[in-house]
């Protein structure tokens, strides 16, 4: 069994608004769509590619834009990525906040 089953896409919703984010950058793990919760995300590489495609969402790995990012625990260990992981920038950085055990926030100026 893995940790990243989407047991805390609610509460990422919850945290949103808690926290007043219109919108986050997602790399989500789990097969559930985020956007079935009305989670305003804009996609980032992730093991389920959530409507993420590199011609319409430019992301450089090693400059990520400012934001808000919430990020699987299993996609940020790069587990199932192809190559060097695309969100290896994050894993140098503490996270801002945990959302369960499953989704790390990042704050990025």
Known sequence: SNIDWGQDLLRLKQWLADN????????????????????????????????????????????????????????LAGVYFDGENPLGWFTKRTPDASIGYSILIFEVP
């Not at 590489?45 to 625990?73: E, M, Q, W």
Request: no cysteine; glycine share 6%; charged share 10%.
């Open 20 to 75: 007043h984010k219109d919108t986050v950058y997602l790399s989500y793990f789990g097969s559930a769509n985020p956007s079935l919760f009305d989670i305003p995300f804009q996609p980032l590489p992730s093991f389920f590619t959530l409507g993420y495609d590199p011609a319409k969402h430019a992301f450089n790995p090693d400059n990520p834009p400012p934001g808000t990012y919430a990020i699987s625990v299993t996609n």
